[in-house]
């Protein structure tokens, strides 16, 4: 890669950190870093491979869905987009700058975007209000809460905005009779470990008041900050030093600008769905096309071993009194009727269908073998018809695209973790 195996471990460790991704695309093992920012294990101690999400990302990409260019330093072919049965711009989001220009996009709920599709599929005319019944703001990995509803649909509604994120906590009481506010879940891209610190200087140089200790009890399990409150002092009142001098309540700041067909564009909500929705169009009809090909292709070469089973002698006969290999092929290619034994036929194979019949092994001759020709044969015009109603019909390309929602929803789908 031009930017060397660095830069690819970065992206790596990222795609399989859970507090990064919605939907982490790799399955990682070994030490991938942590919310705390601890950075991960060198890459010979960790393993990786694809999650089974990211292979929906490839899905159907060896079948012609989409173009492909020279990589970097003309080795290889690299495709330009994935055919991708997800919409992983907004399930995952997107951080990253360019010259002059820099996005920002925050992940969201698979089955609420998967609703949002079908919804747009049945009535393209479906304003902001009506996708927001379904996709009620981004979906965070570390969960939390998010306000604001207003500032989520300028968001949503323009493409920019920003997002007002803040940390669950509770009150809870001690074994020893003492009150503790207790931290379960952070902002998204907060790290816990500097958080910690910061309060702990803010506490120390009396800018907050009210906390008596702090510790960390965290696990595998989840996260669990410990804030013990100073005799006298209120829930109310340390909570909102909190929010107001720490990341514990932190903004998002919304950007959702993205490549349409190579022209930088800040994409509204519907924008983005609607172009995911035309990409997924295009792949399908790609598809098709890339499955007729092939069918018909076996189609032609079935009917020519169809053609040499019914008049089997006729054919053994040629290839029997044929001088070569290639003579035979000549003979069964002729449009011309010629001796067969006790017949006189013109079988008029193509080249190919005549070159499937020469390298037809014995054993095809049997009848058990030639029914199972005859069945492929009446299957693969079955096929065939379906493709060509396919393409003939744009609805029932658009029905496809819901059916993936549904199935994908039903495999990867769950409940939103980020309370609006």
Same mark, same amino acid.
């Not at 990222?14 to 695309?25: I, K, S, T």
């Not at 010259?99 to 925050?106: E, L, Q």
């Not at 379960?184 to 500097?194: D, F, G, I, R, S």
């Not at 190919?352 to 092994?361: C, E, G, K, S, T």
């Given at each position: 890669h031009p930017h060397g195996d660095a830069s690819i471990y970065d992206a790596l460790v990222r795609m399989a950190q859970d507090f990064n991704m919605r939907y982490p695309l790799v399955a990682g093992q070994?030490?991938?870093? =942590?919310? @705390?920012? @601890?950075?991960?294990? +060198?890459?010979? $101690?960790?393993? +990786? /491979?694809?999650?089974?999400?990211?292979?929906e990302m490839l899905a159907d990409i060896d079948r012609n869905?989409?173009? %492909?260019?020279?990589?970097?330093? @003309? =080795?290889? #072919?690299e495709p330009l987009v994935l055919p991708s049965r997800l919409p992983n711009l907004l399930l995952n989001g997107a951080s990253?700058? +360019?010259v002059g220009m820099a996005t920002n996009i925050p992940p969201h709920n698979l089955n609420e975007l998967a609703d949002a599709v079908r919804l747009l599929i049945d009535q393209p005319d479906a304003d902001l209000d009506a996708l927001m019944e379904i996709?009620? &703001?981004?979906?965070f990995p570390t969960g939390a809460m998010i306000f604001d509803r207003a500032e989520i649909r300028n968001a949503y509604a323009t493409g920019r905005g920003r997002v007002t994120m803040q940390a669950r906590m509770e009150l809870e009481e001690s074994r +020893? &009779?003492? $009150?503790?506010?207790?931290?379960t879940e952070l902002p998204y891209q907060v790290n816990k470990a500097n958080l910690l610190e /910061?309060?702990?200087? !803010?506490v120390r140089d009396k800018r907050i008041e009210g906390i008596s200790d702090l510790r960390d009890e965290s696990d595998r399990h989840g996260i669990r900050m410990i804030i013990e409150l100073s005799r006298g002092a209120t829930y109310a009142s340390v909570r909102n030093q909190l929010y107001k001098h720490t990341a514990l309540r932190s903004n998002f700041a919304v950007n959702m600008l993205a490549l349409v067909d190579n022209q930088p564009r800040t994409l509204s909500l519907k924008e983005a769905l609607v172009a995911f929705i035309e990409h997924r169009r295009i792949v399908?009809? /790609? /598809? =098709? #096309? %890339?499955? !007729? #090909?092939?069918?018909r292709d076996r189609a032609h070469i079935l009917e020519g071993l169809l053609k040499a089973l019914d008049f089997l002698d006729a054919v053994i006969y040629i290839i029997r009194h044929s001088a070569s290999a290639d003579a035979a092929k000549t003979a069964l290619m002729s449009e011309t009727p010629m001796e067969a034994g006790a017949a006189s036929v013109a079988l008029a194979l193509s080249d190919r269908q005549a070159q499937a019949v020469l390298d037809m092994q014995l054993r095809r001759l049997a009848q058990l073998e030639s029914d199972r020709i005859r069945t492929e044969h009446g299957e693969l015009m079955e %096929?065939?018809? $379906? !493709? #060509? @109603?396919l393409l003939a019909h744009p609805e029932k390309i658009d029905a496809l695209i819901k059916d993936d929602c549904g199935e994908l929803k039903q495999k990867y789908g769950d409940a939103r973790r980020t309370q609006v």
């Amino acid at each position: 890669h031009p930017h060397g195996d660095a830069s690819i471990y970065d992206a790596l460790v990222r795609m399989a950190q859970d507090f990064n991704m919605r939907y982490p695309l790799v399955a990682g093992q070994g030490n991938f870093g =942590s919310i @705390d920012g @601890d950075p991960p294990a +060198a890459m010979r $101690y960790t393993e +990786a /491979r694809l999650a089974p999400i990211a292979g929906e990302m490839l899905a159907d990409i060896d079948r012609n869905t989409v173009d %492909f260019q020279p990589n970097f330093d @003309d =080795s290889m #072919e690299e495709p330009l987009v994935l055919p991708s049965r997800l919409p992983n711009l907004l399930l995952n989001g997107a951080s990253g700058i +360019a010259v002059g220009m820099a996005t920002n996009i925050p992940p969201h709920n698979l089955n609420e975007l998967a609703d949002a599709v079908r919804l747009l599929i049945d009535q393209p005319d479906a304003d902001l209000d009506a996708l927001m019944e379904i996709v009620k &703001g981004p979906d965070f990995p570390t969960g939390a809460m998010i306000f604001d509803r207003a500032e989520i649909r300028n968001a949503y509604a323009t493409g920019r905005g920003r997002v007002t994120m803040q940390a669950r906590m509770e009150l809870e009481e001690s074994r +020893a &009779g003492r $009150y503790q506010i207790v931290v379960t879940e952070l902002p998204y891209q907060v790290n816990k470990a500097n958080l910690l610190e /910061r309060i702990a200087d !803010l506490v120390r140089d009396k800018r907050i008041e009210g906390i008596s200790d702090l510790r960390d009890e965290s696990d595998r399990h989840g996260i669990r900050m410990i804030i013990e409150l100073s005799r006298g002092a209120t829930y109310a009142s340390v909570r909102n030093q909190l929010y107001k001098h720490t990341a514990l309540r932190s903004n998002f700041a919304v950007n959702m600008l993205a490549l349409v067909d190579n022209q930088p564009r800040t994409l509204s909500l519907k924008e983005a769905l609607v172009a995911f929705i035309e990409h997924r169009r295009i792949v399908i009809r /790609r /598809r =098709s #096309e %890339f499955d !007729l #090909e092939k069918a018909r292709d076996r189609a032609h070469i079935l009917e020519g071993l169809l053609k040499a089973l019914d008049f089997l002698d006729a054919v053994i006969y040629i290839i029997r009194h044929s001088a070569s290999a290639d003579a035979a092929k000549t003979a069964l290619m002729s449009e011309t009727p010629m001796e067969a034994g006790a017949a006189s036929v013109a079988l008029a194979l193509s080249d190919r269908q005549a070159q499937a019949v020469l390298d037809m092994q014995l054993r095809r001759l049997a009848q058990l073998e030639s029914d199972r020709i005859r069945t492929e044969h009446g299957e693969l015009m079955e %096929f065939i018809a $379906y !493709l #060509e @109603d396919l393409l003939a019909h744009p609805e029932k390309i658009d029905a496809l695209i819901k059916d993936d929602c549904g199935e994908l929803k039903q495999k990867y789908g769950d409940a939103r973790r980020t309370q609006v």
